[in-house]
């Protein structure tokens, strides 16, 4: 079983940039489709960006695209989601998220088989 742990969030200002790791333990991720999903306070987890095995293929909420970049480094075990320009409505906790199964740019949290639990990213006006 793949355990996860993300890291890098904080509070930014209004188009400023943040890093967010996701450091996985217990079993390699290069047979995983892995991914980022968001949480706002009061809202429902929405996704936010997916990568393909070896980073073949990336998928993106409307919301993020142009913004937000999604990568792996399997070697590392580690997924990466770096995000500019950044608004106060990207402010959410952040959970990544894995597992075999996908569906192209379509990606429920019905598919999802492994969750970390989350680093909060919050950016002021």
């Known amino acids: 079983q793949v355990q996860l742990a993300e890291s890098g969030g904080g509070l930014v200002q209004a188009g400023e940039s943040l890093r967010l790791s996701c450091a996985a333990s217990?079993?390699?991720?290069?047979?995983?489709?892995m991914a980022w999903f968001r949480q706002r306070s009061g809202e429902e987890r929405e996704f936010v960006a997916r990568?393909?095995?070896?980073?073949?293929?990336?998928y993106y909420a409307d919301s993020v695209r142009g913004r937000f970049t999604i990568s792996r480094d399997d070697a590392k075990n580690t997924v990466f989601l770096q995000m500019n320009s950044l608004k106060p409505e990207d402010t959410a906790v952040y959970y990544c998220?894995?597992?075999?199964?996908?569906?192209?740019?379509?990606?429920?949290?019905?598919?999802?088989?492994?969750w970390g639990q989350g680093t909060q990213v919050t950016v002021t006006s």
């Open positions: 217990g079993s390699g991720i290069s047979t995983y489709t």
């Open positions: 998220a894995g597992g075999t199964r996908y569906s192209g740019a379509y990606y429920p949290e019905s598919l999802v088989d492994f």
């Open positions: 990568i393909s095995l070896a980073g073949i293929a990336l």
